[in-house]
């Protein structure tokens, strides 16, 4: 799989090179992959996991002995108010304190709801980049049908003012050609527009060129296979986003189990100092003996009695740990309530595009009729003859109902995104190999 992304980077990279003049043509899991690389929110991320970690290696650290270099030197007159040192050398370390491993599984903590932050935000990126890209593909497939539909419509005006010549039609007739022409230029425009946004939106995620970046309809995967939840089973806790909001909690509370045992239990802290003193200064006259060399080792043992700031800390701890606790409980019933009402969604919205494609191939049957009647005649000496003008509006209405169930379908497959990025699985479904149906032109 990493390989495969590497590859579809590199991929990406050559189609950036290549020119705005030429159609970058590329395929969805390369655009998703590039948006990945990319993505602010991602670099963000990526930066918080950093930091969780320097902060969990701190957490450690404590245990290091930390070593100081110094040095006092300066004039002195009467009594030593200092130690003259021309350097010394120290150091301490913590040994014991019942807070830090608390601390450190806090640490711990952190650095995993991090981790899993970072995986919710690149399954975002992954949402917005494959929405943008499903319909990018969804208006251009459009826009061919309407350029087809724009020509049908010219013909169709064109029969219905010849009409009007000899007397067969009136105006009305002309005019709602028109207009049906008119139409069709508006949607064309609307669509363009719509593309031309989505181009942009493309290119600010993937960084690719937005001039002439086309889809590639086949790297589309086929719709997922979304199984039910089993039993007890809920399939959106899961989820990166709830687990890293466990993680958060689970940390916050670690934290304030730390903050409660900061009040009467004891520490213990290592210490070592070496000193190099001077004789320069006036130290002889009211020190019986002086020595440059001076050391001294011990362990400090600090036993907090009271420490009215401290408990108050450890309280306001365990309200945060509560608190944390509760979001995450609410977030898991949240995600829970979208993925049943978007289960249900598709179910309804497949129900739809079913109507939408049997209305379009009804559509193309009427037409294929119409036009086996205007070369082969009816059949029939009672039965109404067709027209041109029938065989132009048949044609219209079977390219509208084509876009129909191309809106139709993209529907569907955008609650479907939806629903797997509530599950935390629309990164394999980007990468899966098996391609999607496509809506017969």
Known sequence: MALKRQLGYWIGIGALLAGQQASAQVSLSTVVDLAVRNSTQVHIAMANVERALAGLTETKDAYLPSFVLGSSLGYSYGFPVGQPSVYNVGSQSLIYSF??????????????????????????????????????????????????????AEKLVEIEQQRLEAGVDGRMELTKAELT??????????????????????AHLSGLPATNLTTEGKSIPADPNILPDSPGENRAASSASIQAAYETAKSKAELSFGDAKQNYRPQFAFGAEYNRYAKFNNYAEYYLRFQHNNFDIGVQITIPLFDASRRAKARES?????????????AKNQVSEQVLSLRHS??????????????????????????????????????????????????????????????????????????MRSLGEIQDWVHSSAPRTQVNP
């Not at 022409?181 to 493309?202: F, M």
């Not at 009427?366 to 082969?376: K, R, S, W, Y």
């Not at 132009?392 to 379908?409: F, M, N």
């Open 318 to 330: 365990a309200a945060e740990a509560v608190k944390a606790t509760s979001e995450a409980d609410q």
């Open 181 to 202: 022409s008119a139409q069709v230029d508006e949607k064309r425009l609307h669509i363009e527009d719509d593309a031309n946004q989505l181009r942009q939106k493309l």
């Open 99 to 152: 807070s830090q491993p608390d601390y450190i599984r806090a640490a711990h903590a952190s650095l995993r709801a991090a981790q899993l932050s970072l995986k919710d935000g690149e399954e975002q990126v992954a949402l917005d980049t494959a929405l943008a890209y499903v319909q990018l593909d969804n208006d251009l497939h459009e826009l061919a049908a309407l350029e087809e539909e724009k020509g049908f």
């Open 346 to 419: 598709i179910d309804e919205l497949k129900a739809q595009r079913r109507i939408a494609a049997l209305k379009s191939d009804l559509a193309g049957e009427q037409l294929a009729a119409i036009q086996t009647q205007m070369q082969n005649g009816s059949g029939s000496p009672n039965a109404p003859q067709v027209s041109p003008k029938d065989e132009q509006l048949a044609h219209i209405q079977e390219r509208e109902r084509y876009q129909d169930a191309l809106d139709a379908s993209f529907q569907v497959t955008s609650v479907e995104l939806n629903l």
